[in-house]
């Protein structure tokens, strides 16, 4: 069911609303940045996304082929979104699932999730191991 979230950094200084539908899924991945924040996003287009507050309290984070922009709160480090364009998606915000507030453990529990082997750059089908992710 599609339903309006509100999330947020840890210290509160970056909030924001994003219209997302848990039930069709997120994505977990092995790639060397997603392993090391132990991302777990969500994927919503540009006009489901709406930043509220903190624009100015954040950094960014590119590498690579700096095709996205990893945001992340100056203050307390957390990395509430990023902004990616991919050949297969366009323009997206991943949001990070972890950063949203008030959503129930039974609801977070029961939202899908898609593994993809981003090591290989391969964002197909997902790796051979999944259980650590
Ligand atoms: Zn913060």
Redesign the pocket.
């Known amino acids: 069911m599609m339903k309006t979230y509100n999330g947020s950094?840890?210290?509160?200084?970056?909030r924001f609303e994003a219209d997302i539908d848990l039930s069709q899924g997120s994505l977990r991945c092995n790639c060397s940045f997603c392993l090391k924040i132990r991302c777990w996003a969500v994927m919503v287009k540009p006009e489901a996304f709406r930043l509220l507050a903190g624009e100015a309290?954040m950094n960014v984070y590119q590498f690579g082929a700096k095709n996205e922009h990893h945001y992340f709160?100056k203050?307390?480090g957390?990395r509430p979104y990023g902004i990616g364009n991919s050949p297969r998606y366009g323009v997206f915000y991943g949001v990070n699932v972890a950063s949203l507030d008030g959503v129930s453990d039974e609801v977070l529990a029961n939202a899908p999730i898609t593994y993809v082997d981003g090591r290989a750059d391969n964002w197909i089908s997902p790796p051979a191991e999944t259980r650590y992710l």
């Open positions: 950094c840890h210290c509160g200084a970056v309290e709160c203050h307390c957390v």
